[in-house]
């Protein structure tokens, strides 16, 4: 009856208390965890203020320790000292794996960054450096084809002015009488030095290519058309007028008496190779 009463009481288990519970008895549903479960001596305080008190301000290390690769938490209650320090130890070193892999790959991305950054630098200034390369080919191509046109302007004068010098010295115009071998007008371009200073022409100087170049320029500016047979009519015209003014008899008679004594044998020698290489142009 005396039991009956407890039952009803609600205490089913009273008259069959142990000191310290039943032995791996874990306890039923709606009892306290740990009810008839041996708890360390450490962790005593904090159950019983957990149990009598619901505003416990104790700390349990349950609640302090976070798990980087998760899972179940560890029954700390079954733990012994040594047991409980290894699983904080490793709880710590795992923590600080993670911040020096995080730490590694930032270094990583900030190094990665650094990279692009002076790719995209270097990749900058060779377009800037390309830029300026092409600009300053552009303009070495227009003073080069400046310089040409004016080159060809001289020329072109040149070839103009050969006629009427011709003539002067031919018809008497040119009365001096200390010519010198460069005051005749020989049928090739005069030559020109550094800073466009004239060079003095000499025998060696009339050859048949230099002579061609000049007398067929001067054909194609007195052509009066550009078909191929209005060139080779004027190139025929310039030929015969040459040969004619170069002349060695008509040349010697004319003109020799007024070349100063000093250059006369050198006059002499650009005459007779002048009137020599026309003569093989036409009669090619």
């Known amino acids: 009856m005396q039991w009956m009463a407890q039952e009803e009481m609600g205490d089913p288990f009273a008259g069959f208390h142990m000191p310290g519970g039943f032995p791996g008895f874990h306890g039923f549903p709606g009892f306290p965890l740990g009810f008839g479960q041996r708890i360390p001596r450490r962790h005593r305080h904090d159950n019983d203020q957990h149990q009598h008190a619901s505003t416990s301000t104790s700390r349990r290390a349950a609640d302090e320790v976070r798990f980087e690769r998760g899972g ?19 709880g710590i070193r795992e923590r600080q794996h993670r911040r020096d892999m995080e730490d590694m790959e930032r270094r990583r ?19 800037k450096e390309e830029r300026r390369a092409a600009k300053r080919r552009r303009e070495n191509a ?3 084809e400046a310089e040409k046109r004016s080159a060809e302007e001289n020329r072109k004068a040149e070839r103009r002015g050969w006629r009427g010098r011709c003539a002067a010295l031919m018809d008497g ?36 290519d230099n002579v061609r170049t000049f007398l067929f320029a001067l054909a194609a500016d007195e052509a009066k058309g550009v078909d191929t047979k209005s060139v080779e009519d004027a190139r025929k015209k310039v030929l015969r007028d040459a040969i004619r003014q170069f002349h060695p008899d ?14 006369r044998d050198k006059v002499k020698e650009g005459v007779e190779r002048t009137s020599r290489l026309i003569n093989e142009l ?3």
């Open 282 to 284: 036409m009669s090619k």
């Open 250 to 263: 008509r040349f010697f008679a004319r003109v020799l008496p007024r070349v100063r004594e000093a250059d």
């Open 109 to 127: 991305r900030e190094r990665r960054e650094r990279d692009r950054k002076r790719e995209r630098e270097e990749y900058m200034e060779r377009e």
């Open 173 to 208: 115009e040119i009365v001096s009488i200390n010519l010198k071998f460069a005051d005749i007008p020989w049928p090739v371009y005069t030559a020109t030095g550094s800073d466009d200073v004239s060079v003095l022409i000499t025998p060696d100087d009339i050859t048949i």
């Open 142 to 144: 227009r003073a080069q």
């Open 72 to 90: 179940p938490v560890p029954d700390i209650g079954h733990m012994t000292d040594e047991e409980y320090a290894e699983w904080i130890r490793n």
